[in-house]
């Protein structure tokens, strides 16, 4: 079965790097993955594309801060320079025949 | 600019009916899948539905299997759900969402209460 798992909660300082861990289920670590932001009170905002190889797509207007990355069944998302308005709910989502799963979401607390 | 605007959110009773509508522009809508994806006061993102460009292929999540219906009307560019036999647990944000070029894009959402 396809799952995400995600830890449900970091913090990390004001300017500082925080890198957000979304782990694929056994025997489906070749997925491509898609990382999604979510400030509070708002809808969900695409932030990139990410696959296994590396490869990946921003979204428009997404900052260099937001970067990811992979290494077997984890992909990683890392956000540098952490702004206030980082503080967000995070999830990783990823697809297969047509079905979207979703991890449970990180929400990052900028302190 | 791609643009996603969902409508039809509301306020029925347990066992009513709701039909959510979603409004694309920007990107040839009849070339791409969709999806519909909901999130549950509290609670995170949870897929719901999906139909291929030409409505070929279309998948539900268990929880709504037999209750809700997708379609598309592609000379319209615009999405649908029909809700059928709502519950409490329906109670959540839908959001109609595609994936265009490699990018997702997302609606702002509306709202489904199911209360009494």
């Known amino acids: 079965q396809l799952v995400l798992t995600q830890s449900p909660s970091t913090s990390a300082s004001l300017g500082a790097s925080v890198k957000l861990t979304c782990t694929l289920s056994?025997?489906?670590?070749?997925?491509?993955i898609a990382w999604h932001q979510q400030q509070p009170e708002k809808g969900p905002r695409f932030l990139m594309m990410?696959?296994?190889?590396?490869?990946?797509n921003k979204g428009d207007g997404i900052p260099d801060r937001f970067s990811g990355s992979s290494s077997g069944a984890e992909r990683y998302l890392t956000i540098s320079s952490l702004q206030s308005e980082d503080e967000a709910d995070y999830y990783c989502q990823t697809w297969d025949t047509g079905i979207w799963v979703f991890g449970g979401g990180t929400k990052l607390t900028v302190l | 600019e791609v643009q996603l605007v969902e409508s039809g959110g509301g306020l029925v009773k347990p066992g009513g009916s709701l039909r959510l509508s979603c409004a694309a522009s920007?990107?040839?809508?009849?070339?791409?899948?969709m999806n519909w994806v909901r999130q549950a006061p509290g609670k995170g993102l949870e897929w719901v539905s999906f139909i291929s460009s030409s409505s070929s292929y279309i998948y539900y999540a268990d929880a709504v299997k037999g209750r809700f219906t997708i379609s598309r009307d592609n000379a319209k560019n615009s999405l649908y759900m029909q809700m059928n036999s709502l519950r409490a647990e329906d109670t959540a944000v839908y959001y109609c969402?595609?994936?265009?070029?490699?990018?997702?894009?997302w609606g702002q959402g509306t709202l489904v209460t199911a209360s009494s």
């Open positions: 920007g990107f040839t809508f009849s070339s791409y899948s």
């Open positions: 990410f696959n296994s190889d590396g490869s990946h």
């Open positions: 056994s025997g489906h670590s070749s997925y491509a």
């Open positions: 969402a595609a994936t265009v070029a490699g990018h997702d894009y």
